[in-house]
């Protein structure tokens, strides 16, 4: 049994991340070492007390009981009927994606008075359909659908091929046609930003891959060979998280997709700059985020769940045999993550205490991107939440989605954390030349209707944050959807997404020794990223601290952003959100510009 306990700070940590990120605050750009962030957000003392005090007065004797070594969890053995009386409910005999059963409830009880000391208690509430009540007669278990893990093929966040171009002599020579094909120059033009010549010192770009999504080598260098020539060759620092391995034993679009497209974009941008690959997970389980998130922040170990994050030492054949990693690695300045969950997949509780991390690695001046979803309002793989449904993270899949063609919206995880930056997509308007747009001030992209569709929409469970409230409310007044309660959360008073876009349609990928057209928000993430790796070495090139957490200046500064006004986001049988002036929850506040996003942050401290 382990009990998350409370975290200290937590009701002052919102500030203290503004005070770094606001770009009116005084501290603005005064981040925090790791080490005054765990001691900030240390349980409280009282926090410990009175959970220990309630585990022995229930029986739990205090030899049994043993608190992390980071400090937020209290770890003990009990039996089954032991931990039915501490809890108040009955478990039952589920089973894990391995096939190996495991105990799990529907529901448990806490004292009152520990609710504020007490975040969340596992192993309970599980996420999948139960299979059968534990009882003396029958303790068989029966194979059911299982959650897919993140670096899956089907996972439904990975970025969706358009077409195969074949050989090089099938791709555009001109900037006329990025229309029909992007290339890096074709972004470079897009959001004005050149090659890059310089190097700061500590400034890579990190990108995060879950295996057994690898990149292929030759690709590197057949994307490098055309479009930036001194890279050849060249390959990322390799962050290995959990038996993290660039698997090359199965290689398709479907495995090799996401880090080709990731990596030769990420690296062509930012280059001279450096690109840190975080592969995460063994080929046995995967990994999902917070298996990741252990690895940056040691406090964060020892809450796993069974059900949803992957085990370290892996128990099965051929799995990573290693200890769990449990802090060791460091955060670079700018993280981008081009997979999702669904936010109704997952107990509010879970993604809170994940939420919270992200809000940690801001206070430390780290940027963190994720990708919004590729189905509009829809979730992953365009999967809406059916009337009626159980709460969140409860239930089989069957139960709580419909067929996609009705439903309510079904916004993703990590978007809707308010302290990440979430990405959406953007599309150039078909047959426009973006010379002649651009050079006559005219926009010259679209929300992303091709292929796929701009995430977006709003969270059912993280309120509205400071920063975003006057643009959500102004969205709301100027431009009402024409939707009700009963299709999305529309009581104003929750977080919206995405926060900014970027191009996600007929990206250039080179994929197992071909040329293909790739579409996602899986491009317009890391293309983004590294937009903000340039602006942070110009940064630190000035001896300025890296930008860290972006949306409270993004909001802000609406004016440093192209604003996209055409284009929606459907899925669930509507024409999901429109794009409008100013923020909409379809791209935004628009895409990037960045002659002025370079003179905002070189004007601030």
Known sequence: MRIALAQGGLDQGSDWLMDVSHPESEKFGQHWSAKDVAQAFAPSDETVKSVKAWLMSSGIAADRIKQSQSMGWLQFDATVDEAEELLQTKYHVWEHTSGQPHVACDEYKLPTHLKEHVDFVTPTVHFDAKIKTRNADNTSIKKRDTKIPLGNPSSGSLPKLGQWLGGKNNLIKQLEQCDTQITPNCLRALYEFPPNFYAAPGNSLGIVEYTPQAYVPADLDLFFANFSTRQVGDRPILDSIDGGVVQSQVMSFNYNGESDLDL????????????????????????????????????????????????????????????????????????????????????????????????????????????????????NGGQCIAPGAPPPGVGPSNVT????????????????????????????????????????????????????????????????????AAAVKKWFRNYPPPYGADRFNNSQQTRGFPDISAN?????????????????????????????????????????????????????????????????????????????????PVTGLGTPNFPKLLKLYLSLP
């Open 504 to 584: 996600g349609a007929n990206y250039v990928v080179a994929v197992d020794g071909e040329f293909a057209l790739v579409f996602g928000t899986s491009a317009s993430t890391p293309t983004l990223g590294s937009i903000f790796t340039l602006i942070n070495e110009a940064r630190l090139t000035a001896g300025k601290k890296s930008i860290g957490f972006v949306n409270p200046t993004a909001y802000a500064h609406p004016e440093v952003f192209n604003d996209i006004t055409q284009g929606g986001n459907q899925g669930c049988g509507t024409p999901g959100f429109q794009s409008a002036p100013g923020w909409d």
């Open 264 to 379: 030769e974009y990420a690296m062509a941008l930012v280059y001279p700059q450096k690109v840190t690959l975080y592969q995460v997970g063994d080929l046995v389980e995967g990994a999902s985020f917070n298996n990741f998130l252990d690895a940056l922040d040691a406090s964060y170990c020892g809450g796993d769940e069974l059900d949803q994050d992957a085990v370290y030492p892996d128990p099965y054949p051929g799995g990573y045999k290693g200890p769990e990693n449990c802090g060791g690695f460091a955060a670079t300045k700018v993280i981008s993550t081009s997979y999702a969950y669904n936010e109704y997949d997952l107990t509010p509780a879970y993604e809170r205490r994940q939420c919270n991390e992200y809000l940690k690695l801001g206070l430390q001046g780290t940027s963190v991107l994720y990708s919004s979803g590729d189905y509009g309002v829809a979730g």
């Open 401 to 468: 989605y419909t067929n996609g063609t009705s439903g309510r919206f079904n916004p993703s995880f990590p978007g809707t954390c308010p302290y990440i930056t979430s990405v959406g997509a953007t599309q150039v308007k078909p047959g426009t030349n973006i010379i002649k747009a651009l050079a006559t001030h005219t926009q010259p992209e679209e929300a992303c209707e091709t292929v796929i569709y701009s995430g977006g929409g709003f969270s059912n469970v993280f309120p509205l944050p400071s920063y975003q």
